[in-house]
């Protein structure tokens, strides 16, 4: 009965002190994990300088005026702005001039492409995909004595895709349409040969890689909730 006693007086000041043990240690504090960090948003509102290469192609096959399909090496420069809004939408103004290379093989010499247009965009994050259209200019000069206006204005339409690969760099592909009218001409090809005349539709296909550094653009944004 001793040993009975005993051991259950063991017992009950074992619990006692376990219970007290608890109640210093405090009740267990559960928190809420963090929520995950907010995705980037590209912001694509700011100026831009850039540069370009590509090729031109003539839509005219008019072989007295050395005008072919051959693609001939076009270089230049852009500068514009762009605003983003609604949030997707981007819309843009750009200035372009291209130097077009040529083989002096017939009447004209087209020296450059130049371009004031507007362009509309769509963006997710860092891809745009965007139409442009406005004013051409196209400066040309005559290889030998031609009778008739040479630099021309007319329009430009085109369509391009731009990506933001860096901070405040992005990269685009694009291609642009020029058309710059009729052309009548009235030539002597050779001194005392046969003179010419006629007429030919003057426009270019052009495929450009482009490169732009953008101001007030640091990264992305992040969403605030």
Do not use: C
Request: net charge positive.
């Amino acid at each position: 009965m001793k040993k009975f006693l005993l051991g259950t007086v063991a017992l009950v000041a074992l619990g006692m002190s376990s219970s007290a043990f608890a109640a210093d240690l405090g009740a267990r504090v559960y928190t809420k994990a963090p929520p995950p960090p907010p995705a980037p948003i590209y912001n694509w509102t700011g100026f831009y300088i850039g540069g370009h290469v590509g090729a031109a192609f003539s839509g005219n096959n008019n072989n007295i005026f050395g005008n072919n399909n051959d693609a001939r090496f076009i270089g230049g420069g852009q500068i514009g702005a762009d605003y983003q809004f609604a949030p997707n939408w981007v819309v843009g103004l750009e200035g372009q001039y291209s130097a077009v290379a040529n083989s002096n093989n017939g009447l004209f010499r087209e020296n450059g492409l130049a371009s004031a247009t507007g362009r509309l965009g769509w963006t997710w994050g860092p891809g745009l995909l965007y139409v442009k259209g406005g004013y051409a200019y196209q400066d040309r000069s005559n290889n030998i004595g031609v009778v008739g206006n040479t630099s021309r204005d007319g329009y430009t339409v085109g369509a391009g895709l731009e990506y933001m690969f860096a901070p405040n760099w992005s990269a685009k592909v694009e291609y642009q349409y020029y058309d710059f009218g009729n052309i009548n001409f009235a030539a002597v090809p050779v001194v005392g040969g046969p003179a010419v005349a006629g007429r030919f539709n003057n426009d270019e296909h052009t495929v450009k890689l482009g490169v732009n550094y953008r101001f007030g653009w640091g990264g992305p944004v992040v969403a605030k909730y």
